[in-house]
């Protein structure tokens, strides 16, 4: 899933949880990762999909992929003391209007999908 959504930029937690599917969450808690906040998500999902609540539910703790790194986060410092840059938009703010988004395209993120032949499946698993 993370590579789906690195590759092609498709926020597969939020399609998956309209879905009804489980939505994987990696690592066994000694991961430090700049994620999106999944229980956010769910959330936003809970109000404006009402009929899927709650979205939560759909949380499973799966393994990790074998190599899989540790650690995945910046910090933003640097950028915002030397070029004085901040965020256009706050968090919350951003967040929802990215998850309205795709409730308003979803149609669109299932092309997309098509044309690539991914079925949702969890990809970087070791060979079982």
Known sequence: MRAWHHTYGLPVVILKA????SI?????GA???DLLYVEAICNLLDQRCPAGAPHLRL?????DRPGHDRRYAIDPGR???ELGWQPRHDFEAGLAATVDWYLANLDWCELVRG?????GERLGA???
């Open 126 to 128: 070791a060979a079982g």
């Open 79 to 81: 950028i915002s003391s």
């Open 18 to 21: 309209v879905a009804g599917q």
């Open 31 to 33: 991961n430090v990762r």
């Open 59 to 63: 949380l499973t703790s799966v393994t």
């Open 24 to 28: 994987p969450l990696y690592g066994d």
């Open 115 to 119: 044309r690539a032949g991914y079925g």
